[in-house]
């Protein structure tokens, strides 16, 4: 089973700080994905990565970036967050082509 | 028009009783479909992984698939309040990678 690690788990910050939101798996999968999450609304995928130093931008707009330098390590940043930014952050790995995601904990974040 | 609808719920039901829940979809292509339970401040967790139309059972869930009618069920048998979560579907092409498209979810509670 995967382990995926997102830390922090929850994160209050203010207007125009720059953030970076962990994320780390020890199965050595090269797929990763960051998705978005409001309540009650489905998950909108916003980066994904096929493997080291491959990055894309998912089907929801963003403005955050990611990077790939370890395999299982996908960090996620914003440069300067503001309220709209306020969301649940999922990270997700996987490992074969036709293996289901295993998402971690999530990260709820907030900007006041 | 979403590709995938889903109910918000909350769906409240006694404690012993039979629970499903439905999720249609528009897009032809989707062959492989899946459940994710997410209890409140955690990652969603695999449920049940189908491909295709037909059942599937493990233990006290049952997922459907009707490709024909483009609509997917979860049956939960003897529901516990352990039960109580929301239930994501979630599917996908066969040309996908692992992209997946999620329903937005729906909230269920299972009550003593």
């Known amino acids: 089973e995967a382990d995926i690690y997102q830390t922090p788990r929850y994160l209050v910050i203010g207007t125009g700080k720059k953030i970076t939101l962990e994320c780390s798996q020890t199965?050595?999968?090269?797929?990763m994905y960051w998705y978005q999450q409001d309540p009650g609304m489905e998950l909108h995928l916003i980066h994904y990565?096929?493997?080291?130093?491959?990055?894309e931008k998912g089907d929801l707009s963003s403005e955050s970036t990611v990077s790939r330098i370890r395999t299982e390590h996908f960090p996620l940043t914003l440069e300067s967050a503001r309220p709209s930014h306020t969301s649940q952050y999922l990270c997700?790995?996987?490992?074969?082509?036709?293996?289901?995601?295993?998402f971690g904990n999530g990260t709820r974040l907030t900007v006041t | 028009q979403k590709e995938v609808e889903q109910d918000p719920g909350p769906l409240s039901v006694p404690e012993g009783a039979i629970v499903s829940l439905n999720c249609t979809y528009s897009?032809?292509?989707?062959?492989?479909f899946m459940w994710y339970r997410q209890y409140s401040r955690k990652g969603p967790e695999l449920l049940m992984y189908?491909?295709?139309?037909g059942n599937k059972e493990d233990g006290r869930f049952t997922a459907q698939v009707d490709k024909s009618s483009k609509y997917i069920s979860l049956f939960i048998r003897d529901s516990q309040p352990s039960d109580s979560a929301t239930y994501l579907c979630?599917?996908?092409?066969?040309?996908?990678?692992?992209?997946?498209?999620f329903g937005g979810g729906t909230r269920l509670m299972v009550k003593p």
């Open positions: 990565s096929y493997g080291v130093n491959s990055t």
């Open positions: 979630a599917m996908r092409g066969n040309n996908a990678g692992n992209m997946l498209t």
């Open positions: 189908t491909y295709s139309s």
């Open positions: 997700a790995s996987v490992g074969g082509y036709n293996s289901p995601l295993h």
């Open positions: 199965m050595g999968h090269d797929k």
């Open positions: 897009n032809s292509a989707f062959q492989y």
